[in-house]
C-alpha cells in the first residue's frame, strides 16, 4: 500500500505538471518538498472553487528553480462550463507594476537618469506641484519636487484618487480602474500634473498612480510606447510568450472572465466588455497586462537569480539588490498584512514578523493584483509562488493566506 500511495503521488505530480512552460519540471521530493503535503493545495482550492469563493484559480510552485506544483482548477467561464486551463490568460492588475519598474530600472542602468532627477527634467508638467490640505480646503506649494525616487517608491503624492482628491480625479477623467480608458497614458499623465497631491513628496507612502507615470518617463525617455519597449526588453529576452497589453486575437479565448464574489457564495460576472484588450493604445504601467502564471514565474525567477535567466542577463545583481532593498525607511506601509511590511522599487518586502506573523521568510518579496492574483519570491528558501484567479471580493476570504501556508508546510528539507 506504502508503494502504491507513492506511485500515486508520483502520477498526481507529473499529471499536474502537464503543460506547464517555462522553468524544467521536478518531483517535489528532489527539491525538498513533499509531494503528499504540497497536494493539500488541490483539497483547498478545490473547496474554494465549490464554495463559489472565486470562480478559478491557477496555483504555480516552483523551488530551487524548477516547478513542482502547476494546476488549475474551477472554470475559465462560468456561462459557457469551460474549465480552467493553465495556461489560462489573466489580468495581472498592479502585478504589472514590477514589469514597468523593470523597464525603468533598464533605463537606469543606461545613464538615462539618475533617481534624484526631478520628473519635471522629463515631464516639465509636473515642474509645479501643489499639496492639497487634509480636509481638502485648500493647496499649497510642495516642498520639493517629485523625484524618479518617488515614483518607483510611491511616495510621490499620487494616487489612485483617495480622500479629498476623489472628486478631483473624476472630474479629470483620470483613470484609475481596470476597465477601458480613453486616449493615451500620456494624456492621462498630463492632466494628472495638473492636479494636488495628497502629500508632499517623499514623506508618505501613498499606493497609486505614481507607476503609470513611470511607464510614461519610460516612454519619453526611449521613444518607445511602454508596451514595444517592455516587449522587446524584457518579454523576448526572457521568453515570456504569453504576457501583453493587448492580446493577440488568437489567444484572446484562453482570457479568464472575471467575476464579482458577493462573499455569501455567490459570483456573478463582472459587466465589463474586455474586448478593449484586443485594441488599445493605453498602456497602464500600473495596471494593464495579462498574462500567465507560467510566465509570470519566469519574470520572478529572473529576479531571484538577481537580474538573470537561462543565461540572459537583464539586470545587474546590483539593481536588482538595490529594487529589493527597503527605501520607504520608516514611513508607514498600509499593505503589510498581505506583501510585506516595507516597500523597495516594484515590491513590497517582509523585513519584520511583526503582528502579522507570516510563515514567508524574512526578505520575502512580493505583490498582488486587483483582480486576487499574487505573487511571491522568498530567496531565503529559493521558492516562488504564483496564484492567479479572477475575481473582486475574493479578498474578504482567507483563501491566499491558507494557500501560502499549504506551500510553506510542504517544505521538508
Not at 74 to 86: A, F, I
Not at 126 to 140: C, L, N
Not at 289 to 304: E, G, K, N, P
Request: charged letters at 20%; glycine letters at 10%.
Amino acid at each position: 500500500m506504502m508503494r502504491l500511495a507513492a506511485v500515486v503521488g508520483l502520477m498526481w505530480v507529473w499529471t499536474s505538471l502537464a503543460g506547464a512552460q517555462g522553468l524544467p519540471v521536478a518531483v517535489p521530493e528532489e527539491v525538498g518538498l513533499s509531494a503528499a503535503r504540497l497536494q493539500r493545495l488541490d483539497g483547498l482550492l478545490t473547496e474554494a472553487v465549490d464554495k463559489e469563493q472565486i470562480p478559478g484559480v491557477v496555483m504555480l510552485v516552483a523551488r530551487h528553480g524548477q516547478v513542482v506544483y502547476h494546476n488549475a482548477f474551477g472554470m475559465l467561464d462560468m456561462e459557457t462550463e469551460e474549465r480552467m486551463r493553465v495556461d489560462a490568460l489573466f489580468r495581472i492588475a498592479a502585478m504589472s507594476k514590477p514589469l514597468t519598474t523593470v523597464a525603468a530600472m533598464l533605463l537606469y542602468e543606461e545613464g538615462r537618469f539618475l533617481l534624484n532627477d526631478p520628473v519635471s527634467l522629463y515631464l516639465p508638467e509636473y515642474s509645479r506641484m501643489e499639496v492639497i490640505d487634509p480636509q481638502g480646503s485648500g493647496v499649497q506649494p510642495a516642498r520639493r519636487p517629485i523625484t524618479i525616487r518617488h515614483l518607483l517608491n510611491h511616495t510621490s503624492g499620487l494616487t489612485y484618487g483617495e480622500g479629498p482628491l476623489a472628486e478631483l480625479y473624476e472630474r479629470a477623467g483620470i483613470s484609475v480602474g481596470l476597465g477601458p480608458a480613453a486616449g493615451t497614458v500620456g494624456d492621462m499623465v498630463s492632466r494628472l500634473a495638473r492636479l494636488p497631491l495628497i502629500n508632499h513628496p517623499g514623506e508618505e507612502f501613498h499606493y497609486g498612480l505614481s507607476t503609470d507615470v513611470l511607464g510614461r518617463l519610460v516612454e519619453v525617455l526611449s521613444g518607445s510606447d511602454l508596451d514595444e519597449f517592455v516587449e522587446s526588453r524584457i518579454l523576448e529576452p526572457l521568453e515570456m510568450t504569453d504576457t501583453y497589453f493587448q492580446i493577440p486575437r488568437d489567444k484572446y479565448a484562453r482570457l479568464a472572465i472575471t467575476y464579482i464574489a458577493d462573499g455569501q457564495g455567490r459570483l456573478t460576472r463582472e459587466p465589463v466588455d474586455l474586448s478593449y484588450l484586443l485594441d488599445q493604445d493605453y498602456y497602464s504601467g500600473g495596471n494593464g497586462m495579462v498574462s500567465t502564471a507560467s510566465d509570470y514565474l519566469r519574470f520572478c525567477q529572473m529576479i531571484l537569480n538577481r537580474g538573470e535567466l537561462d543565461g540572459v542577463r537583464l539586470l545587474s545583481r546590483k539593481t536588482v539588490e538595490l529594487m529589493t532593498t527597503n527605501s520607504i525607511g520608516n514611513l508607514y506601509a498600509p499593505f503589510r498584512a498581505n506583501t510585506g511590511d516595507k516597500f523597495g522599487y516594484g515590491f513590497g518586502i517582509r523585513t519584520e514578523r511583526g503582528p502579522y506573523d507570516e510563515i514567508e521568510s524574512i526578505g520575502t518579496l512580493g505583490w498582488d493584483g486587483a483582480l486576487y492574483t499574487r505573487f511571491w519570491i522568498d530567496p531565503e528558501e529559493d521558492l516562488i509562488g504564483v496564484f492567479m484567479a479572477q475575481s473582486r471580493g475574493s479578498w474578504r476570504t482567507d483563501l491566499l493566506g491558507k494557500a501560502r501556508v499549504l506551500v510553506y508546510q510542504a517544505i521538508v528539507d
